[in-house]
């Protein structure tokens, strides 16, 4: 029952999925992330690379402290195309286009259109 406990709660990784990885070899957080996704949702892994690191060192008789721990990168948010064409518009006003038409200043917001 303890094995169908969830380690990694973004990529719903349980416990047994961890320690199969052990058993079959892999000695790193890192390389246990790679292969079960395990810390590569939303929070980072925050919470389960620590549990990772127990159950490597419970399993390879380590410290904790020896445990190599892994690196975390802040999640990212989604853009819209929109938000992104725009940026590209202000960043390229007045230069040709691909098509080779000029591209056209985006209009001032508020203002009345000709």
Request: hydrophobic share 35%; proline share 6%; glycine share 8%.
């Amino acid at each position: 029952m303890a094995d169908k406990v969830i380690i990694c709660r973004c990529e719903d990784i349980t416990r047994e999925m961890i320690l199969q990885c052990i058993e079959d070899g892999y000695q790193t957080i890192d390389e246990i992330k790679r292969v079960t996704r395990a810390g590569m949702g939303p929070c980072q892994g925050r919470t389960c690379r620590l549990l990772i690191a127990q159950e490597l060192s419970r399993a390879y008789h380590v410290p904790m402290e020896e445990v190599l721990m892994s690196t975390f990168r802040p999640p990212t948010k989604p853009i819209s195309m929109g938000a992104l064409a725009d940026a590209w518009l202000e960043n390229h006003e007045g230069e040709e286009a691909v098509s080779g038409q000029a591209v056209a200043p985006k209009p001032e917001e508020g203002g009345a259109a000709e």
